[in-house]
């Protein structure tokens, strides 16, 4: 009995979802070996999350992203081991890599999964709405494949040395390596990104017209972060979908986040629930988002914000 | 060109998830329902490239009576026919989803030629499974490329965009492709009256596919528990802005 | 932020348009103790003054709703919220265009100005957008309007509290309301208890479940309108204004549009009516928009994007234009159409300020205001009164099956006689099934069945040589018949049902005093007399008249009018001593009550009883229990119809009986059934006997209805101090019976007014008094017995000139010659009321 585990990494850097994901597969084993499989480079430091033998896949087409191939990589690795469980991160990859291989085998995948209980059937409890409801759910499969809602679980290191190492050379066919990147584009002109900020601002409806978000702007610009904003913002066509936070949007884990006028319906707080602090600045002390707020000023956005601003401002002076 | 969409119907939710009674599903009284965001963005693209290289676009969904309003929410802003797997109240899981798709698929394409592209939204808004799309893929045989923001159709191939850090990702694959696009691909044009109008007329061909047993079986569903939080107030109005400034230098935010 | 205080003078629930305005207004007329609560945020709550379409219709065939759409209209212009853009109702049927110029006359009796009847092509140059082919004609008020109703309601609220008489508190909901001895005490909300004496419900939707917290009734219900809209228009991507063209209602259709910004909003009440209850109102977090507003049916509204694509193809037909905004927006509707205002005849203390619409919100503020601070409002609210509700009217049935009834006719043609058809036949008299079989047309009153005529007398309409009406409207819920059946009254006797009186005994050692308070006439008379008396308002206009029947030392009854005795009732409860000394009893259902008047009526009621009937042993104004065989039954000599009779009461069970009794005795006399198109209408208009809610409101003076008496008693009354100034006064204005010289309109039909059509000077020229009132008419109907169409109107001193030539009435957009037949209240027929007192 053992458990397989797709590891993502950058460059060789395990992604923190990935060991995430690790510990998580490490609770489902129970004790069971854990093995993991990364394609291409060979992936630092997973002896201390458990890992038992660490399988490296080596092909050319791994130089670049092919998620039809990685998948082909796992399931010939599961073909040989056996696997009660294949585990990966529900990353946007992670998922894409497991959907395959879930097509490819015709076995139901569990995505998202913020606990897993194993058994026939398995137990799980997978993440709807984007974290804002829960399905408990039974898999019916000989091999339970799952991804794993990533900030479900903290990575837990063990003491443990290894892994072992072995490599292998996956057998692709064509329609393996028909869905590979090929290029690159749209490199970001720089400045803070949305995903990558420390302090997000945002604002929703309230603001009134693509011009209210000056004062957004402004107190983002204050505080060296992004401005973000609803998707009734995107939707009225006021700003570009790439400042979008919510469930459909840009997923945002800041140390702040700041939101103005954005009454905290479940798809947005899908977004942003992620940030270490949230302040609410809202004319309704009911609405919705101050449940899930640490701060909140009770008060129209367009006299709060720049008045904060100057705040801001007159300290630093 | 054909472009085949498959949407689902899901409830717009509020500020705050109710479940019914047996917590099967969410209480939808007061609800109103829409195309999940992701899928809304491929209807138009499909609409879009229709427009720009001719053909005929569908859309597809899998859901209950009901959802024929999608259905013909999508035909008001140009897709030209639709195809209702009509089902009752229980939930398909996505294997399940996928080989109704599957056969539907199969039986228009017999008729009337194979899609050079079929869309799905990336995940459903509500069931979050991430699967359906790529599982249509490989029962068609067909190369898929997951979660796009740029889709551009040239000779034979598609061009997809995929976000990555720092930019996007390119794939080409050959057509015929399924693609699962995600919000932000496009801004979905609003309906016009005549389009409407147009869409009351338009065809929907109606089947009940039988439903098999769920291997990704749902037992019930739960509302997380919140974080217990009430936010500290502030205070109220711009008054507020020293207190907010104090916070800021706690959470070191301010440098 | 404030604490929440532990009492107040005044409470008010609900932040809406009504609520902010009736905050403000209280303040404003004196009272500096006024707390405003919203389970909702500000400034938008998320009621339905959050959605609101927001336009100002001036002109409505009810004068009530004119006065105070006038009054809310100030107000907003005011506060500088207003901006006029006019509005045009338009025709694509005949049928329309009849309507539209009943709106003229509307406006012309109610003084609204300027109004006129445009041509299509005049409605193309105000509209570009509008396809004027399809169109007749329509009916332009330039001063109607848009308004911004939130920010009318921030000005307002935010004015009371700099004055420092208001605290406003949001996100508060109330929880519970404790009432003690029939008075509210106080309300638990989730931010505290508060004890007030003064509670208002001004919760639009959400009322009825406030109002049941403390165990009164508001009978609403929540009922969607649909709206959607649609941009960005081309046209309007130019405009420098919110709006720019006039609104326009499509009213055949049941639609309107408007500018609104760049959009166009299209609203419609063409669909099936769609009610919800109060309790399924989503919360602020669970609604995706606001409570009010819900997911859009869009199968609902199918037709209308048809009709509006028709209108305004310009626009709708635009494929770039999108549908962006679409809801199923709920509105508060009422039984019958009109608000729910004042305080709640279960609880005292507890008001409600309900079913009011952004046209008429800051006017019913300010009339409520008057009346809570001074016990009376300026504008006359009788037709929105809380306690003018039946039992049976304030159930959710009757609710719902009245507002569904009354939804697709929101921008009906609704006939002035138009009854309803459903939830029919609640209340039944005695008598129905001897009606019924005398073919009985049965009209309804609070819920009554009632004859309206009888077609069994139909063969009198020949023998009388009655005409019909040759204009369909004019003829529509109506019958040659009730002339006829008239006629036979005046000719030998009539019997008539009128179970539908209410009547309450008030009794008790406090009862005379009570009685004294509440009416003008003097009271202590000699027991077996009938007092007929106005009651008046605090100001001295008209709150009702009725009788009053002495039946001992401490027992009285009161009889009144079915229609207004649920609120009449109230007056008397009102004025009961706190000590218990007076108990007032409904017994409106005890007793059933038949009327028999004519030259004969003496003649067939000694032959059943051997009690004195004479004119010497039962003078006029007497009352006392006679035997009639069996039965025990209270005599009452009294006639609403001008002629010889009696009024008789016996308990509700023994009515058929006493109808088959007395239709045996009078076969030989040629009694006939008669309905209460005889009774309220022929028969009182030639003795110019006033209506209350037609010639008696109080707008007008006991002196302008000439209905003074040499006398003012000593006692004191309501509105007793107002009374005597009037007497002081010079009126300004007097009411008259006025009759038609010539029926023949423009095409050679002959046109037969129905009601509060304007009377003008020959030329059209509106006639108004110093006060400002305009002339109009306030009761029409035929005077059969002598050969006349007789109207009463209120005419300025000047005109009112007994055989006065110079005057018309305006019916139809057209004139009609009328002369002024009699000035003041002395009856046309038979002056000297011989017929009644011999």
């Known amino acids: 009995m053992s458990v397989l585990v797709f590891v993502e990494h950058d460059g060789g850097e395990p992604t923190e979802p990935a060991l995430q994901a690790l510990t998580f597969a490490r609770g489902y084993a129970s004790g069971d070996p854990v093995h993991s499989l990364a394609v291409g480079l060979e992936p630092d430091g997973l002896g201390a999350y458990g890992v038992g033998t660490l399988h490296v896949a080596e092909h050319d087409v791994f130089g670049s992203y092919a998620p039809a191939a990685v998948a082909q990589a796992v399931v010939e690795l599961a073909g040989r081991l056996l696997p009660t469980a294949v585990i990966a991160a529900g990353t946007d990859a992670g998922n894409e890599v497991m959907a395959h291989v879930a097509a490819k085998l015709d076995l139901p995948l569990a995505a998202n999964c913020v606990e897993a209980t194993p058994g026939d059937p398995a137990r799980v409890t997978r993440v709807r709405w984007g974290g804002s409801l829960l399905e408990e759910a039974a898999l019916h499969a000989p091999v339970k494949l799952l991804t ?5 679980v903290a990575a837990i290191e063990v003491p443990g040395e290894g892994p072992a190492v072995e490599r292998f050379a996956p057998v692709l066919g064509d329609a393996d390596l028909t869905v590979r990147v090929v290029g690159r584009t749209g490199e970001s002109a720089g400045g803070v990104s949305l995903s990558d900020a420390k302090v997000v601002v945002s604002a929703g409806r309230g603001a009134g017209s693509p011009e209210g978000f000056a004062g957004v702007e402004e107190l983002a610009g204050l505080l060296g972060g992004a401005v973000g904003c609803s998707r009734a913002v995107t939707m009225a066509g006021w700003r570009s979908h790439t400042d979008q936070v919510g469930q459909t949007g840009t997923k945002i884990a800041p140390d702040l986040y700041i939101a103005c006028g954005i009454s905290g319906a479940t798809q947005h707080m899908a977004g942003c629930k992620g940030a270490k602090a949230i302040l609410a600045i809202n004319v309704d002390r009911d609405a919705p988002i101050l449940s899930s707020a640490d701060y909140a000023v ?20 | 060109m054909r472009m085949l969409v498959c949407v689902k119907r899901v409830p717009m939710t509020g500020g705050k998830i109710v479940l019914t009674e047996d917590a099967q599903a969410i209480e939808t009284r007061h609800l109103g329902f829409t195309i999940s965001p992701h899928e809304e963005c491929g209807v138009e693209e499909a609409v879009r490239l229709v427009e720009q290289h001719g053909g005929e676009s569908v859309v597809l969904t899998l859901g209950p009576p009901e959802a ?17 797997l009509e089902t009752d109240v229980e939930e398909w899981d996505p294997q399940a989803t996928a080989a109704a798709i599957v056969d539907a698929i199969r039986a228009d394409e017999a008729a009337s030629g194979p899609f050079d592209l079929v869309f799905f939204g990336n995940e459903a808004a509500d069931s979050g499974n991430y699967q359906v799309g790529t599982r249509v893929a490989y029962a068609l045989g067909r190369p898929v490329a997951t979660g796009l923001r740029g889709v551009a159709v040239g000779d034979g191939t598609v061009r997809c965009e995929q976000e990555a850090p720092g930019g996007r990702d390119v794939y080409e694959l050959p057509l015929p492709a399924v693609v699962t696009v995600k919000e932000g691909l496009n801004l979905p044009r609003y309906p016009s009256v005549p389009g409407r109008l147009r869409a009351q007329r338009k065809p929907v061909t109606v089947s009940s596919p039988s439903r098999p047993p769920s291997r990704l079986e749902k037992l019930r569903l739960v509302v997380p528990e919140g974080q217990g939080k009430e936010a500290t107030i502030l205070g109220h109005g711009p008054d507020a802005a020293p207190a907010v400034v104090e916070v800021l230098r706690e959470l070191g935010v301010l440098s | 932020m404030s604490t929440f205080p532990s009492d107040t003078k005044a409470l008010v629930i609900g932040c809406g348009i009504v609520g902010n305005s009736l905050a403000y207004h209280l303040t404003d007329q004196g009272w500096s103790d006024v707390v405003l609560i919203d389970k909702g945020p500000l400034p938008n709550p998320g009621g339905s003054t959050g959605h609101a379409s927001n336009f100002i219709y001036l002109v409505d065939h009810s004068k009530e709703m004119t006065q105070l759409t006038v009054e809310s209209t100030r107000q907003y212009k005011e506060m500088d919220v207003y901006t006029e853009c006019g509005g045009i109702e338009v025709a694509r049927t005949e049928e329309r265009m009849e309507e539209l110029r009943r709106r003229m006359a509307s406006a012309k009796s109610w003084g609204i100005e300027p109004v006129s009847l445009v041509t299509p092509a005049e409605i193309k140059e105000l509209v570009p957008y509008i396809d004027e082919t399809i169109l007749l004609g329509g009916f332009y008020t330039p001063g109607v309007g848009v308004v911004d109703s939130l920010r009318a309601g921030t000005i307002m609220r935010e004015r009371a509290v700099e004055a420092g008489a208001l605290a406003v508190f949001a996100s508060t909901e109330v929880h519970g309301m404790d009432v003690e001895h029939g008075r509210i005490r106080r309300v638990h909300t989730s931010r505290g208890t508060i004890e007030a004496d003064t509670v208002v419900i001004a919760c639009g939707v959400w009322s009825p479940l406030l109002a049941r917290m403390a165990g009164a009734h508001i009978p609403l219900t929540p009922m969607v309108h649909q709206m959607i809209d649609v941009g960005p228009v081309p046209r309007f991507e130019r405009s420098t204004k919110a709006i720019e063209f006039p609104i326009v209602r499509d009213m055949d259709v049941f639609m309107y549009e408007r500018q609104d910004g760049v959009g166009l909003e299209i609203g419609s009440y063409a669909h099936r009516s769609i009610l919800h209850d109060p309790e399924e ?54 039984p019958d159409g009109m608000p729910i205002l004042g305080e709640t005849p279960e609880v005292k203390g507890l008001w409600s300020a309900a079913a009011v619409w952004v046209k008429e919100g800051p006017g019913v503020g300010k009339s409520l205001a008057e009346w809570i601070v001074h016990g009376e409002s300026h504008i006359d609210l009788h037709s929105s009164d809380v306690s003018r509700f039946h039992a049976h009217q304030q159930t959710r049935a009757h609710v719902r099956a009245r507002t569904s009834e009354a939804f697709p006719k929101t921008y009906g043609i609704i006939h002035p006689a138009e009854q309803w058809s459903s939830d029919r036949g609640i209340r039944l008299s005695p008598m129905y099934e001897r009606e019924q079989e005398l073919g009985a047309v049965f009209y309804e009153a609070a819920g009554w069945e009632r004859p ?6 139909a063969p009198l309409v020949e023998r009388y040589g009655v005409q019909p009406r040759e204009a369909e409207w004019d003829a529509r819920w109506w019958s040659p018949i009730i002339n006829a059946e008239h006629l036979a009254m005046r000719e030998h006797a009539g019997i008539f049902d009128l179970s539908a009186f209410c009547i309450f005994d008030v009794k008790g050692a406090g009862a005379l005093d009570a009685l004294q308070r509440s009416v003008l006439a003097q009271m202590d008379v000699a027991v077996g007399r009938v007092v007929y008396t106005p009651v008046l308002g605090p100001r001295g206009g008209f709150k009702s008249d009725l009788t009053i029947m002495r039946l001992g ?13 649920m609120a009449d009732r109230k007056l008397f409860s009102d004025q009961l001593p706190e000590d218990g000394s007076a108990t007032l009893v409904d017994v409106t259902t005890a007793w059933t009550t038949i009327g028999v008047w004519g030259p004969r009526a003496r003649d067939i009621l000694s032959g059943v009883t051997s009690d004195d009937v004479s004119h010497e042993g039962f003078p006029f104004g007497a009352c006392r229990t006679v035997e009639i065989g069996s039965q025990l039954v209270l005599a009452s000599r009294i006639s609403y119809v001008g002629d010889l009779g009696w009024e008789l009461y016996v308990p509700i069970e023994q009515g058929a009986r006493l109808w088959d009794v007395l239709w045996e005795a009078g076969a030989p006399h040629g009694l006939t059934a008669c309905g209460i198109g005889v009774y309220g209408t022929t028969g009182r208009l030639e003795k110019c006997y006033r209506a209350y809610a037609a010639e008696l409101e109080s707008e007008y003076t006991v002196v302008e209805a000439g209905m003074s008496r040499p006398k003012v008693k000593e006692q004191d009354f309501v509105g007793k101090e107002a009374h005597l100034r009037h007497r002081e006064e010079e009126p300004a204005a007097i009411l008259c019976t006025l009759t038609v010289d010539d029926h023949a309109s423009a095409s050679g039909v002959k046109r037969f007014p129905l009601g509060r059509e304007p009377i003008t000077l020959r030329d059209g020229t509106p006639l108004t008094d110093r006060k400002g009132r305009r002339s109009y008419v306030t009761s029409a109907g035929a005077g059969p017995s002598l050969g ?4 009463l109107a209120y005419l300025a001193p000047e005109h009112a000139v007994e055989g006065s030539g110079e005057l018309a009435v305006e019916y139809m957009n057209e004139r009609y010659p009328v002369t002024v037949a009699v000035a003041g209240s002395a009856p046309i027929f038979d002056p000297e009321n011989a017929r009644i007192r011999r």
């Open chain 1, 148 to 152: 794993v809602q990533p900030h479900a």
């Open chain 1, 298 to 317: 009770i008060g129209d956005l367009h006299e709060v914000v720049p008045a904060i601003s100057a705040e801001i401002r007159k300290a630093r002076s």
């Open chain 2, 68 to 84: 024929v309003e999608q259905l013909r929410d999508a035909m008001a802003i140009g897709a030209d026919r639709a195809i209702h």
């Open chain 3, 281 to 334: 109102i989503p919360s602020l977090e669970e609604a995706a928009l606001s409570p009010t507003e819900f997911p859009f049916t869009q199968a609902d509204f199918d037709p209308q994007m048809v009709d509006a694509l028709d209108l305004m193809p310009e626009i709708v037909g635009d494929e770039s234009v999108g549908v962006k905004y679409a809801i199923n927006g709920l509105i508060s509707l009422t």
């Open chain 3, 452 to 457: 309206q005529w009888y077609e069994a007398n």
């Open chain 3, 553 to 565: 030392d401490e027992e009285f009854r009161v009889v009144t009018g079915g229609a207004h005795g």
């Open chain 3, 788 to 791: 006349k169409y007789i109207l």
